[in-house]
Structures are given as C-alpha cells and as structure tokens.
C-alpha cells in the first residue's frame, strides 16, 4: 500500500511525463512543418516514449492501492528559434525529469518504501540514456553548424538513431 506522501509524489511525476509527451508531441509537429521528416519521426517516438513511461506509473499507483491522477497539463512551447534551440531544450528538460525522478528515489527511501524505490530503478537509467543521447545529438547538431548539407544528412540520420534506441529497449 503506498503512503499518501508516495502517492502524492508518483501523482506529480505522472504529470511530468505526460507534459513530456506533450512537449515533444509540440516538438514533432513544428520539425514537421519545416519539412524535416527525420527530426518529426525521432520526436514523436519520443512523445511516445514519455506516453509509456507516464502508463507505467499509472498501473503502479493503481495497482499498489492508490489512484493514479490524470490532470490538467501546462501547455508546451510551440515555437522554436531553429533545431538546435529546440534540441536544446529537449536536453534541459531530460535533465529537470533526471532531478525529478532523484527527489522521487530519495523520498521513496525517507518513506522505507523499497517496493517504489525498486520500481524506480527502471526510471534511473532510462534518465541515464535519456540524457546521454541528448548529449549525443547536440554534440551532433554542433559539429553541423550551419552547414544544410550537414542538416540534410543529421534529418535522414536521425530517424535512424530511434529506430536504433526503440528496439534496443526492453518492451514491459
Ligand atoms: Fe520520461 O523520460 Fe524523458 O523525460
């Protein structure tokens, strides 16, 4: 049985995933209409991807006997200077759920709550790979400049890069 603080908190994560989801979701639509089919499909994975990891805690709150919130979202940013302030941005916000989901893993150990402290292992290093791809890509889009035939290539590699990360993953 979670406690009310658990719960409470599991609650506020649900809403950051599924921000996430919607962020990228945003993300998805504004590559799509500049034409860059490459970067709409790796960012609408991802707002799947955070879809998935909102379901999770969903059926865990539900089925440790608490009830999981479906509430209302802050609207994402729609709008972006160019690729790489949008990857920019998708970079600082894996870092905000990184130092989110540590505050979750140090309140699941005040409350000696080890079956949601064990639960969020999985969360811990999907924030790892998270992350370290960001990274990956942004030290990309760097190396690119303003090169458009560096842009062309990075939207054509790019989709191959989540198809590649995609089935690298466990499916729950
Ligand atoms: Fe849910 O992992 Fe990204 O944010």
């Not at 049985?1 to 993300?27: D, F, P, R, T, V």
């Not at 560096?150 to 466990?170: C, K, M, N, P, W």
Request: charged share 25%; aromatic share 10%.
């Amino acid at each position: 049985m979670l406690s009310k603080i658990i719960e409470e908190a599991l609650n506020k994560q649900i809403k950051i995933e599924a921000e996430s989801s919607q962020i990228y979701l945003a993300m998805a639509c504004w590559a799509e209409v500049k034409g860059l089919e490459g970067v709409a499909g790796f960012m609408y994975d991802q707002s799947q991807e955070e879809r998935d990891h909102m379901l999770k805690l969903v059926k865990f709150v539900n089925e440790r006997g608490g009830h999981a919130q479906v509430s209302a979202l802050a609207a994402p940013n729609v709008t972006f200077e160019g690729f790489r302030e949008m990857f920019q941005e998708l970079f600082n916000h894996e870092v905000f759920v990184s130092d989110s989901i540590n505050e979750l893993v140090h309140i699941s150990l005040q409350e000696k709550d080890y079956a949601t402290h064990n639960f969020l292992q999985w969360y811990v290093s999907e924030q790892i790979e998270e992350e370290a791809m960001a990274r990956t890509i942004l030290d990309k889009i760097n190396l690119i400049g303003d090169d458009k035939g560096g842009l062309y290539l990075f939207d054509r590699d790019i989709q191959q890069l989540s198809v590649t990360t995609a089935s690298a993953e466990t499916p729950e």
